[in-house]
């Protein structure tokens, strides 16, 4: 794909000298990496219960990192000072209780792995470890146990992606509504593990508002409850010091997690503001009146203009000629300034009647703030997974697309969710 745009962008931006090239590597090689600490006590009575392993490097690197910037850059032009020794995947609760006796025994640490898309470094290895360290890939478990449907709730394994949980839920009708951006590839345990949100938490809730129970394995034993029930009032809940606990205190198995019916109808939507000021006024007007859609984020000019960077190279003349008429539109008609505005994208679902009423709502809030209504995508559309994973891009590139269709204003806002906070926690590590 060509995107015109983004070389000038980065230039004008970063001052960034694109002649520049730093060295990377075409695919890892292999005696870069560190050498694996072996506990061959540990390796032996893994195979002797017949749980899957590997010593691979390849193995061993992939499991080694998230997805934090500095971590890609270690990838691209070095290696890593510290990674697993080896890695095991378990394929059901009993496994890992199985796992995790094992390394109690031969006082080996465990870092359990998800998805792999953590950005708070939890994933790293760290690089004064003596003992052997085992990355429990969880990938295996990712079976739906049972579907409550009075209760509305499902039971389900721990290394699920969100990708698969959504879509086997809606073969039965149903959905958690969670959609942290990296859904395509994160789990269930590590949404859990690192207390995550999700773009529609104003509809549905964060992971900790949807979880009803856990099972964990521990060093000391297995932590659950014995009420399934979506609320108790006696005692503390326990399962919020698992929440967010980045893998440290056990190895999330498995989750008892809120489900709805598939909402009947989505529109998506976005507003373009004169500037930040306007967006963030008319998002806390639409927090202070509490009517915020399923997901609303709002971006300020620096991303506005990067997702006009990333825009791909016009097929056609005619395409060409509709981008100038919505600049023409936004900036010569309606007078916005194009190093000064900024768009919020907005998501509504539920029933349509309902949906109509509170999209109007929010519209007509958002024009006393100077917002225009643009029309984001085609009524009912839903996101692509490829959407998800670049969200902000997408996301601005369809607003811009869309910038010129002057409807009759109403619009938008409100509280920008998209930031999720990185967390402190450093990694693993258990051991006797
Ligand atoms: C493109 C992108 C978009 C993102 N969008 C969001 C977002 O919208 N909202 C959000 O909150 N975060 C987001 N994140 C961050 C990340 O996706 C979340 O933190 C996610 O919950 C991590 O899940 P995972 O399965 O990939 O876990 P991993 O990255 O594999 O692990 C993360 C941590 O959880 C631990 N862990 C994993 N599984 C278990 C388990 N079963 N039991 C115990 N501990 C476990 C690991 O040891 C590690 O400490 C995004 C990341 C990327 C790269």
Not at 80 to 90: L, M, T
Not at 313 to 340: E, H, M, R, W
Not at 348 to 361: A, N, P, S, T
Request: aromatic share 8%.
């Amino acid at each position: 794909m060509v995107l015109p745009a983004l070389r000038e962008w980065m230039e004008k931006t970063f001052g960034a000298s694109l002649n520049h090239k730093t060295t990377s590597r075409a695919s890892l090689n292999v005696s870069d990496a560190p050498p694996a600490i072996v506990n061959e006590g540990f390796i032996q009575d893994v195979k002797a219960i017949g749980i899957s392993f590997s010593q691979d490097v390849e193995d061993r690197v992939f499991r080694a990192h998230g997805h934090c910037l500095h971590e890609m850059f270690a990838l691209r032009e070095g290696m890593f000072k510290r990674i697993p020794d080896v890695v095991v995947w378990p394929s059901c609760h009993d496994d890992v209780v199985r796992i995790v006796d094992l390394a109690c025994k031969h006082n080996v640490c465990i870092i359990p792995f998800g998805g792999g898309t953590s950005v708070s470094s939890a994933l790293e290895c760290p690089e004064d470890e003596k003992r052997t360290i085992v990355s429990l890939d969880t990938s295996q478990m990712n079976r739906i146990l049972w579907i409550d449907e009075k209760n509305l709730t499902a039971h389900v394994e721990a290394g699920i992606t969100g990708q698969d949980l959504e879509k086997q839920l809606a073969e039965s009708g149903y959905c958690t509504g969670h959609e942290p951006d990296s859904m395509e590839f994160s789990t269930l345990g590590g949404w859990v593990a690192t207390r995550a949100s999700g773009m529609k938490k104003n509809i549905y809730g964060n992971i900790e508002d949807l979880v009803v129970h856990l099972k964990v394995v521990t060093p000391q034993g297995i932590v659950e409850k014995s009420c399934q029930g979506p609320r108790m009032s006696t005692g503390p809940d326990i399962y919020h010091f698992i929440m967010g606990s980045e893998g440290t205190l056990g190895v999330v198995t498995e989750v008892t997690i809120k489900i709805r019916p598939v909402p009947e109808y989505q529109k998506y939507g976005s507003v373009v503001f004169p500037n930040f000021e306007r967006g963030v006024a008319c998002l806390r007007e639409v927090a202070r009146q509490r009517c915020a859609p399923a997901s609303i984020r709002l971006m300020d000019n620096a991303q506005f203009q990067f997702g006009h960077a990333l825009k791909p190279q016009v097929a056609s003349i005619f395409t060409s000629f509709l981008d100038g008429l919505k600049k023409f539109y936004i900036t010569k008609f309606k007078g916005f300034d194009p190093n000064q505005l900024c768009v919020a994208t907005l998501l509504f679902e539920g029933d349509r009647e309902k949906v109509l009423q509170h999209e109007k709502q929010v519209y007509d809030i958002a024009a006393k703030f100077g917002g225009e209504v643009t029309k984001a995508v085609a009524e009912g559309q839903h996101f692509t997974r490829r959407n998800r994973n670049a969200p902000v891009c997408q996301g601005l590139h369809r607003s811009q697309q869309y910038l010129w269709k002057p409807k009759p204003f109403i619009k938008k806002a409100s509280i920008c969710n998209s930031v999720f906070v990185s967390k402190c926690f450093n990694t693993v590590q258990r051991s006797r």
